[in-house]
């Protein structure tokens, strides 16, 4: 098993481009979550999915999407990036029975 | 809105000494997990503590939830560089709405030297 796969690992973008965050679940987990970590800040919750085609905001939403089209997939959108964005950005997935399992991040820095 | 706090946010200390780590709020959760996270990666889960008063054991870690589960703590007993990196608590709280969301703390830094 895989478990949580992200890709890219790093990327750098300027101010204004878009990307496409990655991440794949093997688990056939239905909950999927987004975090973004930032120093002395924790873990900072963007979008979550409690099953394939349902989303919802989490804590620190703006300037970010997500889709869930199947179960596996839990794409995060970035439109318009800005310096703020810069950050490691989680994927995690669980059963909703409080573990999850995260992927290994990606380091996004926004110039 | 709830929040976790935790302390201290940075520990340094030499290899063989002991430490605990807290993590508190002012809300009740239905439970609190421990990660441990490594550079570079992601975190993982060390342990998941549910009932209130109730401690966990896993190895040189010890884990107690609080009577009221409001605050949960860890130790370590004689640290190992092995033990460094970055600590988190996170809890589920109260309601959840059948989210599976948790709450994080800003985590805590250690550092244990050789």
């Known amino acids: 098993n895989a478990g949580v796969t992200q890709t890219p690992k790093f990327r750098i973008l300027k101010i204004g481009q878009s990307m496409t965050l990655q991440c794949t679940q093997d688990m056939n987990h239905n909950y999927m979550y987004w975090y973004r970590q930032d120093p002395g800040m924790g873990l900072k919750l963007i979008y979550y999915s409690v099953g394939a085609g349902i989303t919802d905001k989490g804590e620190v939403p703006n300037g970010y999407n997500v889709s869930r089209s199947t179960t596996e997939d839990f794409p995060l959108r970035l439109e318009l990036a800005a310096p703020s964005q810069t950050s490691v950005y989680f994927c995690?997935?669980?059963?909703?029975?409080?573990?999850?399992?995260f992927g290994p991040g990606t380091r996004l820095t926004v110039l | 809105t709830q929040l976790l706090e935790q302390s201290p946010q940075f520990l340094s200390i030499q290899e063989g000494e002991n430490l605990t780590v807290y993590c508190n709020s002012s809300?009740?959760?239905?439970?609190l997990q421990w990660y441990r996270q490594e550079p570079g990666e992601g975190p993982v889960l060390l342990v998941t503590v549910v009932t209130g008063g109730e401690v966990k054991k896993l190895k040189r870690l010890t884990f107690q939830f609080g009577d009221a589960r409001k605050d949960s703590s860890l130790h370590i007993t004689a640290a190992q560089p092995g033990d460094t990196g970055l600590y988190l608590c996170?809890?589920?709280?109260?309601?959840?709405?059948?989210?599976?969301?948790?709450?994080f703390g800003q985590g805590t830094t250690l550092q244990v030297k050789p």
């Open positions: 996170a809890g589920a709280p109260i309601p959840s709405g059948n989210t599976g969301k948790l709450i």
């Open positions: 995690a997935s669980g059963t909703g029975t409080d573990t999850q399992y």
């Open positions: 809300s009740v959760f239905s439970s």
